[in-house]
């Protein structure tokens, strides 16, 4: 085992002071004698049969003969120098009892200036990074104001500054925990010039909360852009967890909850809805999303024509009085809110793709690839849309396909 370096420094009248070395005189350090190299070698041979010493270079020679005298070989030698292209000042040797004469090794030379610098860069790293603040993304409740959890409460109170999406919203919030810390404006619309500036701000070593109006920041709305920007920046990243409307409405739904993928908010225009609802089509897990009441009968709509009659749950105004979930079909859903009208913000968990629906969509599917195009057209997709989803589901080139359409056409 290599253990340099260990010191071997006596504090002897018969050792010299070693004057060359400031540094060692201000600890109190001594060059040993040969008479203490062998004194010491012999001690810590006791307890393994190998012995690491440091001494000058010029003495060399004569801790070889002594070392050899008393039944140790030199097997390791590293000469250690105090910059780059200066003289050694020092040398790290180890022996070992009872090896055999010769085959002494040689070590690459220890720069004790070039190591310091790696030690100083690290360390100037680290005290940069221990003096940035961290970003904490805040859960707020869903509903009710009693899902707060008691360390995001204290957290707001004590950071100096939330980011929130709606000042409003939550100085509500605030003032119901007595919580008095200041805000600033942080959405979608100004997300890209007020960013850079929140990053500044933790750069500086202050800590941030940025919380959304309800639920997980970062879950359709712009944390997750400021996230990005202080993961980029070095700076970490914290989560204060709680309330998540999607979560909480898919272990109340009935529905398949070891697998789901959440998609959120459709966009808005038919063709960008269809499009992802190709994509999500054969996705065997349960599929989460979110509705206002204003949209809600279109996207039902859009839901049943892109995936099919399928279970569905809807879940709306949770954690609140007048909490409810509606289940049925896609399109018994429809029929209910063709005569109801649709009240509070919405969940809409919908059944994943069985193997017999897949199987069906898969004899369904045209393998010609102008037929398949044709029915993604059918469905909403625009010709460049359509042309792509015909290219993955046939297991083709888009190229292939453009050759097919221009073809027939």
């Not at 003289?87 to 310091?116: D, F, Q, S, T, Y």
């Not at 994943?352 to 059918?378: H, I, L, N, Y």
Request: hydrophobic share 40%; with cysteine.
């Amino acid at each position: 085992m290599w253990c340099w370096p260990i010191r071997l420094i006596a504090r002897s009248a018969h050792g010299q002071v070693n004057k060359m070395s400031g540094v060692a005189r201000a600890r109190h350090e001594f060059t040993a004698t040969l008479d203490n190299v062998v004194t010491a070698a012999r001690y810590a041979l006791r307890f393994g049969g190998r012995f690491a010493m440091v001494h000058l270079p010029e003495r060399l020679g004569e801790i070889l003969v002594a070392l050899h005298e008393h039944q140790m070989e030199a097997k390791r030698l590293q000469m250690v120098q105090p910059k780059a292209g200066k003289a050694p000042n020092m040398m790290l040797v180890e022996a070992v009892v009872g090896a055999a004469p010769g085959g002494l090794k040689v070590l690459p030379p220890l720069i004790v200036m070039r190591r310091m610098a790696v030690i100083r860069r690290r360390s100037i790293e680290s005290m940069e990074s221990q003096n940035k603040g961290t970003l904490y993304l805040c859960a707020t409740p869903i509903g009710n104001l009693e899902d707060m959890t008691y360390r995001a409460v204290r957290m707001l109170g004590e950071v100096e500054l939330i980011a929130a999406e709606d000042t409003r919203h939550t100085r509500q919030l605030l003032t119901h925990f007595d919580i008095h810390t200041r805000l600033t404006s942080y959405h979608e619309h100004n997300k890209l010039e007020k960013g850079p500036e929140l990053i500044d701000y933790l750069l500086a070593g202050h800590d941030l909360i940025c919380v959304s109006d309800a639920g997980l920041p970062g879950i359709c709305d712009p944390g997750s852009h400021l996230a990005e920007l202080a993961i980029a920046a070095g700076i970490r990243v914290s989560p204060l967890p709680g309330c998540n409307a999607g979560l909480s409405a898919l272990i109340c739904s009935g529905l398949d909850t070891t697998l789901f993928t959440f998609v959120g908010f459709l966009p808005r225009t038919g063709k960008k809805q269809q499009e992802i609802l190709t994509k999500v089509r054969s996705y065997e897990g349960t599929l989460i999303f979110y509705e206002a009441p204003h949209h809600l009968k279109a996207t039902l709509k859009q839901l049943e024509a892109g995936l099919g009659n399928r279970r569905a749950v809807l879940g709306r105004e949770l954690t609140k009085k007048f909490e409810e979930f509606h289940r049925g079909s896609l399109q018994e859903l429809l029929a209910y809110y063709g005569e109801h009208d649709p009240r509070g913000e919405y969940v809409i968990l919908i059944e994943g793709a069985t193997d017999e629906a897949a199987a069906e969509e898969q004899v369904d599917t045209p393998q010609d690839p102008v037929s398949c195009c044709r029915q993604f057209m059918e469905q909403g997709l625009d010709k460049k849309a359509a042309m792509r989803e015909t290219a993955k589901k046939l297991g083709i080139s888009r190229r292939d396909v453009y050759q097919a359409m221009l073809a027939h056409e």
